[in-house]
């Protein structure tokens, strides 16, 4: 395949400027490893500072791209490596099956039928779907996709007997292909920290410690619980919860770096809680607030909120007692003394860590964090190059898209 431009990562820094480079005239290949497009954004169920879902946005993106003949979309599809071969960049991608071709209709005859489950990985594993399953609600191509880590294969073809689309390849094999471009764009996006690496605070040792990724996905009307928020042990509604920042950030055991956006998405999720039940109280444990620019009307709004408690100070341990409640210390750094309370549901600020990390593109260079370093006509936007909100990726893939189309420009001019 030859192209003016590669984007690699499907989320929203990647779709915008492949959008944005097609409708400019040129030619692009956007390929994505997941089975749909939207990264992260789409797992969200609101993003500040307006507090609307992404399916908004996204749904626009999709209709822009409908009508571009000179953008080709490819899912399931691995980067593997990056080579400069004189003015051009000759990439090559592993295509892995998906075992569904576009003529599904995403009618759900063969999840009815699969015998297999697997965890739902969209929702962090807070539930299962079939071996065979639509990747989220607004998945984007909206067809199904089989998981081969489960999926019986031939030995059960029950999906394809009961598929009256002919919709389903158990025989798909494994594809390579070799794009050429002149330019090639990472946007790779984020994984959340490993939160059961931080020592003291609990996560995979007790059932009611979550992620701020897992409460967005629990407060979603299409998430494990149709939104309702409620703690994963028992059910139970929660009425006392504690937002833990700064978890495993700006710690040299765990991230040495600030993620940027963890103060004003704890800030968000506090909202889903007070809005849900409004005799609720939260508590945000902080080091120091970083809401930057306009943000700070943000925070300022939040804090009028009298449900809504900051205290100042790094909480050191969470423990679960008798009943089933969790209980922080921390310090508050302000009165000058140690703290213990106790609370329904902790939530944990886990900072953002570049999906390159642990699985690099030959050929590209990263810094030590796995960070793209940009070089002769490969760039980085998104938080494949440094930790960023929604907002932001959309400026810089779109600030990228000069860059890149000065080195096309110069590539055409040499041809």
């Keep these: 395949m030859n192209v003016d431009l590669l984007v690699v990562g499907g989320g929203v820094a990647g779709i915008t400027a492949s959008v ?12 994505e490893k997941n ?4 990264g ?35 899912t399931n599809a691995e980067v593997k490596s990056v080579k400069k071969d004189g003015d051009f960049y000759d990439s090559r991608v592993v295509i892995h099956p998906r075992y569904v071709n576009d003529r599904c209709t995403a009618c759900g005859k063969c999840v009815d039928v699969c015998p297999v489950t697997r965890p739902d990985t969209f ?32 030995e059960c073809s029950k999906c394809v007997e009961v598929c009256p689309y002919d919709a389903i390849d158990l025989n798909e094999r494994e594809d390579a292909i070799k794009i050429i471009s002149k330019s090639v764009l990472i946007t790779t996006g984020w994984e959340p920290y490993d939160a059961s690496k931080i020592e003291g605070l609990g996560f995979g040792k007790y059932r009611n410690v979550i992620t701020n990724l897992m409460l967005e996905r629990i407060a979603s009307p299409n998430g494990p619980t149709g939104g309702k928020i409620v703690r994963p042990s028992d059910g139970k509604e929660p ?20 993620s940027q956006i963890c103060c004003l998405s704890s800030m968000k999720e506090a909202t889903y809680i007070r809005d849900q039940y409004a005799d609720s109280s939260v508590e945000i444990f902080y080091i120091d607030i970083r809401a930057y620019g306009l943000n700070e009307n943000f ?41 213990t309370e106790e609370f329904d549901l902790v939530v944990l600020a886990t900072g953002m860590e570049p999906s390159s990390r642990n699985g690099r593109i030959e050929g590209v260079n990263y810094d030590d964090w796995g960070f793209v370093i940009e070089q002769d006509g490969i760039y980085g936007a998104g938080v494949a190059s440094r930790p960023m909100d929604v907002k932001q990726s959309n400026e810089e893939a779109t600030g990228a898209l000069i860059r890149v189309l000065q080195k096309i420009v110069e590539a055409r001019e040499k041809a």
């Design 20 to 31: 944005e480079a097609a409708e400019m005239g040129m030619t692009v290949a956007l390929a």
């Design 35 to 38: 089975p749909y497009l939207g």
């Design 40 to 74: 992260r954004v789409v797992q969200l169920f609101k993003y500040f500072p307006k507090l609307c879902p992404p399916q908004c946005g996204l749904e626009i993106f999709t209709k822009r791209i409908k009508q571009l003949g000179n953008l080709r979309i490819l």
């Design 123 to 154: 929702n962090l594993s807070m539930g299962n779907t079939k071996a065979i399953y639509l990747p989220n609600p607004y998945s984007y191509p909206f067809i199904y996709a089989i998981d081969d880590k489960y999926c019986k294969g031939k």
């Design 239 to 258: 009425r006392r919860v504690a937002f833990v920042q700064c978890a495993g950030s700006r710690d040299e055991n765990n991230l040495i770096y600030c």
């Design 299 to 339: 925070f300022n709004r939040i804090r009028s909120d009298k449900g809504i408690k900051f205290t100042r100070g790094r909480v050191t341990k969470v423990v679960e007692n008798e009943k089933g409640n969790l209980v922080v210390q921390a310090e508050d750094t302000i009165a000058g003394k140690k703290i």
